[in-house]
């Protein structure tokens, strides 16, 4: 090897590989402090764009799961809304029965008149009331039902379908304007409370049906959204035991470094006791 004041050879590949111990030493300390082994492109291309997708896919996922939940909501007050209706059928067929005895005299009869339209007027009210987020199953307001995303590329949907409750409609056959105030009143209204109170039982179990099957998909998306987290952290996430490991050998690496460079940088001197200096 040639000794020489202007080059110093040996200083260079110490300075060389002692520079390539600190951008190792970087990268560790990005894994580090990010705790990914992947953190941008640079570190690993193909890894990162795949991660990069499967992120997007968890972050649109995370919206269907939004939209599941209001639909779930709203279901449920749907649910609770029609049991409530359903036990004030029970309630106004009572009544109806009871104004269909003969010997009823007129004050009798118009106290149940009154119970059965105050009855009339409170499943009005919860209808009306049986809304969640602007959305109501109950008062005629949607014609089929309300559709939900069902995946990230919003290619399927799901239905919660609407059951009109109002009067004289398909479920509730009685009129809003029934009355108890004689015998023959009193028997059409038995028969159209049971009827009604058979279609709306029918509809509460469809429309429980239909939540059931909401919150059954809703469960998949959320075991799906913790399945593609664990993926791309199978892909991007640092071993921080290993980490650690190697940042210690690094530690190591890079005092031995600084230790060469600084014998490289001695190596002119011998030059001098070459002239008797």
Same mark, same amino acid.
């Not at 049991?83 to 106004?92: A, G, K, P, V």
């Not at 409170?122 to 559709?147: K, P, Y």
């Given at each position: 090897?040639?000794?020489?004041?202007?080059?110093?050879?040996?200083?260079?590949?110490?300075?060389?590989?002692?520079?390539?111990?600190?951008?190792?030493?970087?990268?560790?300390?990005?894994?580090?402090? #990010?705790?990914?082994?992947?953190?941008?492109?640079?570190?690993?291309?193909?890894?990162?764009?795949?991660?990069?997708?499967?992120?997007?896919?968890?972050?649109?996922?995370?919206?269907?799961?939004?939209?599941?939940?209001?639909?779930?909501?709203?279901?449920?007050?749907?649910?609770?809304?029609?049991?409530?209706?359903?036990?004030?059928?029970?309630?106004?067929?009572?009544?109806?029965?009871?104004?269909?005895?003969?010997?009823?005299?007129?004050?009798?009869?118009?106290?149940?008149?009154?119970?059965?339209?105050?009855?009339?007027?409170?499943?009005?009210?919860?209808?009306?009331?049986?809304?969640?987020?602007?959305?109501?199953?109950?008062?005629?307001?949607?014609?089929?039902?309300?559709?939900?995303?069902?995946?990230?590329?919003?290619?399927?949907?799901?239905?919660?379908?609407?059951?009109?409750?109002?009067?004289?409609?398909?479920?509730? #056959?009685?009129?809003?304007?029934?009355?108890?105030?004689?015998?023959?009143?009193? #028997?059409?209204?038995?028969?159209?409370?049971?009827?009604?109170?058979?279609?709306?039982?029918?509809?509460?179990?469809?429309?429980?049906?239909?939540?059931?099957?909401?919150?059954?998909?809703?469960?998949?998306?959320?075991?799906?959204?913790?399945?593609?987290?664990?993926?791309?952290?199978?892909?991007?996430?640092?071993?921080?035991?290993?980490?650690?490991?190697?940042?210690?050998?690094?530690?190591?690496?890079?005092?031995?470094?600084?230790?060469?460079?600084?014998?490289?940088?001695?190596?002119?001197?011998?030059?001098?006791?070459?002239?008797?200096?």
């Amino acid at each position: 090897m040639t000794l020489s004041v202007h080059t110093n050879t040996s200083a260079m590949v110490a300075l060389q590989n002692l520079n390539k111990t600190n951008d190792e030493m970087g990268d560790i300390q990005n894994r580090i402090n #990010t705790g990914l082994k992947v953190s941008r492109a640079k570190d690993n291309s193909a890894i990162y764009a795949v991660a990069q997708s499967m992120r997007s896919d968890i972050r649109a996922l995370d919206a269907v799961q939004i939209g599941l939940n209001r639909a779930t909501s709203i279901g449920d007050v749907a649910m609770a809304a029609g049991e409530s209706i359903s036990d004030l059928l029970i309630q106004m067929r009572e009544k109806a029965t009871a104004a269909m005895d003969p010997s009823l005299d007129q004050f009798s009869r118009a106290a149940y008149d009154a119970d059965f339209k105050a009855l009339i007027d409170q499943v009005q009210v919860i209808i009306q009331n049986a809304e969640f987020d602007g959305a109501n199953l109950l008062n005629g307001s949607v014609s089929s039902g309300i559709e939900f995303l069902a995946d990230a590329d919003a290619a399927r949907t799901v239905t919660l379908k609407a059951r009109d409750l109002g009067f004289g409609g398909t479920f509730i #056959t009685l009129a809003a304007t029934a009355s108890l105030g004689s015998v023959t009143l009193a #028997t059409a209204a038995v028969t159209a409370v049971k009827a009604s109170l058979d279609n709306v039982n029918q509809a509460l179990a469809d429309l429980g049906s239909d939540v059931k099957k909401l919150e059954a998909h809703n469960n998949f998306v959320g075991r799906l959204m913790d399945t593609l987290t664990g993926g791309v952290g199978d892909l991007v996430d640092a071993d921080m035991a290993v980490e650690s490991a190697r940042l210690q050998a690094l530690q190591v690496k890079q005092q031995l470094g600084v230790q060469a460079l600084s014998i490289a940088n001695n190596e002119p001197q011998i030059i001098l006791s070459l002239f008797g200096q």
